[in-house]
């Protein structure tokens, strides 16, 4: 059977740098709160004339990755594509960057699991290419969030937390035994799918046209969250989910040396950190520049490592994500 090796990976983010200063102008909020409760500094918010979309970030992570891995979009059989926040409501981002990247009929597909989507979009890769369907394929992971944020003090709750960025890893099939992608476990708890979504333009329970409804209400188009049920819930399951990957490959979190923990808020992480005993330098962390990427942080935590020369051959890396749906995943990847 074959493995999946991560041989590039890259990211991009608009040049906009918003800080939380720049917040404190547009809805009542301080710098400290924020600081505070997420340890967010700032964020890149796409705005004009900065123009941009998901697909264009993924784009731009693809190249350098490409780059990264000596590779040509035409190396490449298939793209996996994870974002909540894609160019159009239907077709999905994988079949726009795929003909950006010029790649004749290759297949695309969309991943639609919010934070936890750049794990479930490594596992979906992972499996054509165990199976020997796919030599290399795509992964991204790529959000434009800041079209669906509040920025008043109405939205403020959601509004400080996100940001737009992309970004983007090749796997490659290898048949070298204990490299790669060790394994990936995902979960999801559709029960909570209303703790945290965005529920326009949907089709729950409707009995009426879209064109009716001519005044989508501020609540149904912005992003809703329960923050203090979602973090209760994301400190349990990290952990947990971290667990079951290490116990599935007979290691402990001694045996980690790099955590990449999915980047919603810094308290959650060190929380995690804590509880798999983990010291500072076993971990990342980069939400202070970011704020929360959803399906774009952690390919943008790898590609930040690779650009800071922290990524050796060996390294036993662990990757774990909680987020809307409830869905949370985690991967051992060694280098
Ligand atoms: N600035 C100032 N005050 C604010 C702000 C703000 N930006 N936002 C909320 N507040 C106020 C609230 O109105 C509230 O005021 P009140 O006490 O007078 O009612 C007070 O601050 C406390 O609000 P809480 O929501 O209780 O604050 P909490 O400590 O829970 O922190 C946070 C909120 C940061 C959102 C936290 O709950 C969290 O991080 N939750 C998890 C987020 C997460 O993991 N999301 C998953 C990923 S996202 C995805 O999958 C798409």
Not at 19 to 44: A, C, F, P, V
Not at 99 to 112: E, F, I, N, S, Y
Not at 169 to 186: C, F, M, P, Q, V
Not at 187 to 207: M, W, Y
């Amino acid at each position: 059977m074959f493995h999946s090796k991560i041989v590039g990976v890259g990211h991009f983010v608009p040049e906009n740098v918003v800080t939380n200063h720049d917040l404190e102008k547009l809805m009542d909020t301080s710098d400290e709160w924020i600081q505070e409760r997420t340890g967010i500094q700032e964020r890149r918010f796409y705005t004009p004339p900065e123009k941009g979309s998901t697909a264009k970030m993924a784009y731009k992570a693809s190249l350098i990755a490409l780059e990264r891995a000596k590779l040509k979009p035409d190396d490449i059989d298939a793209i996996v594509f994870a974002t909540l926040s894609p160019d159009f409501y239907f077709p999905g981002s994988g079949v726009l960057l795929q003909h950006m990247l010029g790649m004749g009929t290759k297949p695309a597909l969309d991943v639609r699991a919010q934070c936890s989507g750049f794990i479930y979009a490594l596992s979906v890769a992972d499996q054509f290419i165990k199976t020997g369907m796919y030599k290399r394929i795509l992964v991204i992971g790529s959000e434009t969030q800041s079209i669906a944020l509040d920025l008043t003090t109405r939205g403020r709750g959601m509004g400080v937390l996100f940001g737009d960025g992309g970004g983007a890893a090749i796997l490659e099939a290898t048949e070298e035994e204990g490299k790669g992608i060790l394994s990936t476990h995902l979960h999801s708890q559709g029960e909570f799918a209303d703790v945290l979504c965005i529920r326009e333009p949907g089709t729950n329970e409707k009995g009426h046209s879209v064109y009716e409804n001519q005044h989508l209400q501020f609540d149904k188009i912005s992003p809703q969250m329960d923050g203090q049920l979602v973090f209760k819930n994301a400190i349990k399951r990290m952990p947990e989910v971290t667990m079951e990957a290490l116990q599935a490959n007979g290691l402990t979190p001694a045996d980690i040396d790099m955590f990449l923990p999915h980047q919603a808020n810094l308290r959650i992480s060190q929380m995690v950190q804590k509880f798999l005993r983990l010291p500072d330098d076993k971990v990342y962390n980069n939400i202070q520049k970011y704020g929360n990427t959803t399906a774009a942080t952690l390919p943008i935590l790898l590609s930040d490592l690779w650009e800071q020369g922290r990524i050796k051959e060996g390294q036993l890396f662990a990757l774990a994500a909680f987020g809307s749906g409830f869905t949370w995943a985690s991967t051992l990847i060694r280098w």
